[in-house]
């Protein structure tokens, strides 16, 4: 997954983040969750999912506690708050989806940050936003540059001045950051003229990037075309309605509904589809060496 | 496209695509895609300022400026990472813009909120971070760009209000679409006083940073700004 194109790794990821924020339906919320989940895992193994839903956990309990506590809609009232106001079956309900929306919107955006890094993401914007792009790759090579001449700085500050009280280290900081600013400014400026000496703005910007269209390509976007068309034309046809209030409605499982559902599940789990073909390949090209 | 022009474009594209995005939403998605509407209405209103800013063909040396302001506010959140709520990402993007004007502050807001997610975590809130700083910058230049060398004591005013009314709650209302697809004044309400103590003590941690740092670093980028002539002609 992390060295396909570009392009088809964000298609995929603006169709399922798209489709998951559009349907609030159970069945596509428990699939887009336990692909965006698997996907994950896959990914970045199974301490990394551990680490992310140590965190998405808390927000879907908020989320399902906000829903309960301040929507009142719906007609099945479930018990009584102390000021009268009912907790609806159809709100809770409601807040269990968008929790599940929220906490698989969240995971793909994990994965996203996997799969397309930084560069990814430049050579992907650098044809269209060319002076964007190149701003944003210069910003992030010197963010960490930066926090090391702070590093720097501060310990060559403590070394001079040595007093311990709160004064002393804020003094240090200032210090610090003054001289990291100052040498910053200088220096980005002593870096454009040595763009311009090199032929900054006098033609066309050429880009290096790593990306390449293979067989893979070919293969994972159209799958993805063709499962996106099926998943958007089983939407439509009304496989992923839902309606909350005044009470619940949901598309039954029906054998049409099923059939749609399949492809949504087909397409959440093209990413961990194309990372077992990678490390199958892997491990039979490294058993055959 | 002459300068009126482009003005008239991001006009045209604010004032009327995202009037227009809202009531397809609310027709088309029966009023319930808030968050989805929103997120696009943000993408919306973000493009015209980077198309303006691509169609100007910038200069290297304000290309590596602003870069570097925008590394700077990321920094700064990454110096702090350890203080939740205590961050002078605020602080340097309105710096930032009340140097360098409104574009630039602009930016460098939106772009340090990007930038420094990438070391944070991206996630369904960036868009929300994006605007919010990038507006904040904005101002900061419509206040105080035109002016040289800014009150300490109106910088650190225009940081408390900034955050506290203006990037904090449009933080949780951007919550709120997150987590609530139905959204009423109860539950903005509730969601606004859930946020004030985060709000507070990230206001307060700008009005600090401000009055601690505001004016020497003022002083520096006004100083790069007068010797090498960046970003001079911009307003």
């Given at each position: 997954m992390k060295q396909l194109h570009c392009a088809v790794s964000f298609g995929f990821f603006a169709v399922v983040l798209i489709v998951t924020m559009l349907v609030l339906h159970p069945a596509y919320i428990a699939i887009s969750l336990l692909g965006a989940a698997g996907s994950l895992a896959a990914l970045t193994g199974w301490h990394g999912l551990r680490q992310r839903i140590r965190w998405v956990l808390?927000?879907?309990?908020?989320?399902?506690?906000?829903?309960?506590?301040?929507?009142?809609?719906?007609?099945?009232?479930?018990?009584?708050?102390?000021?009268?106001?009912?907790?609806?079956?159809?709100?809770?309900v409601f807040g269990l989806c968008a929790a599940g929306m929220l906490a698989a919107a969240v995971l793909w955006c994990g994965c996203m940050?996997?799969?397309?890094?930084?560069?990814?993401?430049?050579?992907?914007?650098?044809?269209?936003?060319?002076s964007v792009s190149l701003l944003f790759s210069m910003a992030l090579r010197m963010a960490p540059r930066i926090l090391r001449r702070l590093r720097e700085t501060y310990d060559v500050q403590k070394v001079l001045d040595t007093g311990r009280d709160p004064v002393s280290?804020?003094?240090?900081?200032?210090?610090?950051?003054?001289?990291?600013?100052?040498?910053?400014?200088?220096?980005?400026?002593?870096?454009?003229?040595?763009?311009?000496?090199?032929g900054y703005g006098v033609g066309k910007r050429t880009h290096f990037h790593r990306e390449r269209w293979g067989a893979d390509e070919t293969v994972f976007s159209a799958a993805l075309l063709l499962l996106t068309a099926l998943t958007l034309a089983g939407i439509f046809s009304g496989s992923g309605t839902e309606v909350f209030y005044p009470s619940l409605q949901?598309?039954?499982?029906?054998?049409?509904?099923?059939?749609?559902?399949?492809?949504?599940?087909?397409?959440?789990?093209?990413?961990?589809?194309?990372?077992?073909?990678?490390a199958l390949a892997w491990r039979r090209s490294a058993s055959s060496i | 496209m002459s300068e009126r022009?482009?003005?008239?474009?991001?006009?045209?594209?604010?004032?009327?695509?995202?009037?227009?995005?809202?009531?397809l939403g609310s027709l088309v998605w029966a009023n319930r895609q808030f968050y989805l509407v929103s997120i696009l209405a943000i993408v919306l209103s973000l493009l015209p300022m980077l198309l303006r800013f691509e169609r100007r063909g910038p200069q290297a040396r304000e290309l590596v400026i602003l870069a570097t302001l925008m590394a700077l506010a990321a920094a700064s959140r990454a110096a702090f990472s350890f203080a939740p709520a205590f961050k002078p990402v605020a602080a340097v993007v309105i710096l930032s813009g009340a140097a360098f004007g409104c574009e630039a502050g602009f930016?460098?807001?939106?772009?340090?909120?990007?930038l420094s997610n990438f070391f944070f975590g991206q996630g369904p809130w960036t868009p929300w971070q994006m605007l919010g700083f990038g507006v904040i910058g904005f101002l900061a230049g419509l206040f105080f760009a035109h002016r040289y060398q800014p009150k300490r004591l109106g910088l650190c005013i225009f940081g408390f209000l900034a955050v506290f009314l203006l990037?904090?709650?449009?933080?949780?209302?951007?919550?709120?679409?997150?987590?609530?697809?139905?959204?009423?004044?109860?539950?903005i309400l509730a969601a606004l006083a859930s946020g004030v103590a985060f709000n507070a003590i990230h206001a307060s941690a700008t009005v600090i940073f401000l009055a601690l740092v505001g004016e020497p670093l003022l002083r520096k980028l006004d100083r790069v700004k007068i010797k090498y002539g960046i970003l001079t002609d911009a307003e």
């Amino acid at each position: 997954m992390k060295q396909l194109h570009c392009a088809v790794s964000f298609g995929f990821f603006a169709v399922v983040l798209i489709v998951t924020m559009l349907v609030l339906h159970p069945a596509y919320i428990a699939i887009s969750l336990l692909g965006a989940a698997g996907s994950l895992a896959a990914l970045t193994g199974w301490h990394g999912l551990r680490q992310r839903i140590r965190w998405v956990l808390p927000l879907m309990v908020l989320t399902v506690f906000f829903n309960a506590a301040f929507q009142h809609r719906g007609v099945t009232a479930l018990w009584y708050l102390p000021n009268g106001n009912a907790v609806t079956l159809e709100s809770t309900v409601f807040g269990l989806c968008a929790a599940g929306m929220l906490a698989a919107a969240v995971l793909w955006c994990g994965c996203m940050h996997q799969v397309l890094t930084s560069d990814k993401l430049m050579a992907l914007t650098g044809p269209l936003l060319p002076s964007v792009s190149l701003l944003f790759s210069m910003a992030l090579r010197m963010a960490p540059r930066i926090l090391r001449r702070l590093r720097e700085t501060y310990d060559v500050q403590k070394v001079l001045d040595t007093g311990r009280d709160p004064v002393s280290v804020l003094r240090r900081c200032i210090r610090a950051l003054s001289a990291t600013v100052s040498w910053m400014l200088e220096h980005a400026v002593v870096t454009a003229d040595s763009m311009k000496a090199r032929g900054y703005g006098v033609g066309k910007r050429t880009h290096f990037h790593r990306e390449r269209w293979g067989a893979d390509e070919t293969v994972f976007s159209a799958a993805l075309l063709l499962l996106t068309a099926l998943t958007l034309a089983g939407i439509f046809s009304g496989s992923g309605t839902e309606v909350f209030y005044p009470s619940l409605q949901f598309s039954p499982p029906t054998a049409m509904n099923l059939a749609a559902w399949c492809c949504w599940a087909l397409l959440c789990t093209l990413p961990m589809l194309h990372i077992g073909k990678e490390a199958l390949a892997w491990r039979r090209s490294a058993s055959s060496i | 496209m002459s300068e009126r022009g482009r003005t008239r474009f991001a006009a045209v594209l604010t004032l009327v695509l995202i009037p227009a995005l809202v009531l397809l939403g609310s027709l088309v998605w029966a009023n319930r895609q808030f968050y989805l509407v929103s997120i696009l209405a943000i993408v919306l209103s973000l493009l015209p300022m980077l198309l303006r800013f691509e169609r100007r063909g910038p200069q290297a040396r304000e290309l590596v400026i602003l870069a570097t302001l925008m590394a700077l506010a990321a920094a700064s959140r990454a110096a702090f990472s350890f203080a939740p709520a205590f961050k002078p990402v605020a602080a340097v993007v309105i710096l930032s813009g009340a140097a360098f004007g409104c574009e630039a502050g602009f930016l460098v807001g939106a772009g340090s909120a990007f930038l420094s997610n990438f070391f944070f975590g991206q996630g369904p809130w960036t868009p929300w971070q994006m605007l919010g700083f990038g507006v904040i910058g904005f101002l900061a230049g419509l206040f105080f760009a035109h002016r040289y060398q800014p009150k300490r004591l109106g910088l650190c005013i225009f940081g408390f209000l900034a955050v506290f009314l203006l990037y904090g709650p449009m933080l949780d209302v951007g919550s709120v679409l997150m987590v609530s697809g139905d959204v009423n004044r109860e539950v903005i309400l509730a969601a606004l006083a859930s946020g004030v103590a985060f709000n507070a003590i990230h206001a307060s941690a700008t009005v600090i940073f401000l009055a601690l740092v505001g004016e020497p670093l003022l002083r520096k980028l006004d100083r790069v700004k007068i010797k090498y002539g960046i970003l001079t002609d911009a307003e």
